[in-house]
């Protein structure tokens, strides 16, 4: 029991850790809100922004109170339960494993015995591996396409650029052609959108932060994601 309270109490303080979190980004953005004046737009953003900090203050109180009744033994009937519906699922688990593997078994036994099948397989394998083929050189000439529009000022700013920084071009990373920056694990890549807006797409080897910056406008932390993933090439749907 006591080994489930603690795990509780740790999923609880990992919440309330990513609540505080999020209210110290949405008042940061909230500060560079009411630097550009009382417009409308800006008005709105202000009231959408409080709302949702005032619901997180919410869930944090909340949690707060439910930490305090685990520590307190309210909850041990409902940890309990807890416990019951797991070891309940780990058996029915267990049965849908072996019923699946009784039915592979099966399957297996029978392809084995239709050596037809096998070579249809192989004809299936050959024709997959031809359209994959021709779905590469499909995106990579999509590529060459692309690297034919790069804009001349980003070319000219990649000969100065370290190869740790550069832009995003229509799905296409371009970095620096000098040698990368000293003691420095960061990788930024600059990418204009529409209406004026510059997203700064900053990877380090354990986070990938995006910030958004228009005009003359301060800089602001759009998201924050731990788990690294790669910057989408553009050719996924091709």
Request: hydrophobic share 30%; charged share 35%.
């Amino acid at each position: 029991m006591d080994i489930k309270r603690k795990e509780h109490l740790q999923n609880i303080n990992q919440r309330i850790l990513l609540l505080e979190k999020a209210i110290e980004v949405d008042e940061s953005m909230l500060d560079n809100l009411k630097e550009q004046g009382a417009t409308s737009f800006v008005l709105a953003q202000v009231d959408k922004i409080t709302g949702r900090n005032a619901n997180r203050m919410g869930e944090i109180e909340t949690l707060t109170q439910r930490s305090e009744d685990i520590r307190n033994g309210l909850l041990d009937e409902e940890i309990l339960r807890e416990i019951s519906d797991a070891k309940k699922k780990i058996v029915a688990d267990n049965e849908l494993l072996v019923a699946n593997r009784n039915r592979f078994c099966e399957q297996k036994k029978i392809a084995s015995d239709k050596s037809k099948l096998f070579y249809q397989k192989m004809a299936s394998a050959d024709r997959e591996t031809r359209f994959r083929e021709k779905d590469m050189k499909k995106a990579y000439m999509r590529y060459l396409d692309i690297v034919d529009t790069i804009p001349e000022y980003i070319s000219k700013n990649l000969e100065d650029m370290p190869h740790n920084k550069g832009y995003y071009w229509r799905g296409v990373q371009c970095y620096g052609k000098k040698d990368q920056e000293v003691n420095n694990n960061s990788t930024i890549l600059f990418e204009k959108q529409r209406g004026g807006l510059l997203v700064i797409h900053d990877r380090t080897p354990k986070e990938y932060k995006i910030f958004h910056k228009k005009g003359k406008d301060r800089k602001f932390l759009y998201s924050v994601e731990n788990n690294i993933r790669h910057i989408p090439t553009g050719f996924e749907d091709e």
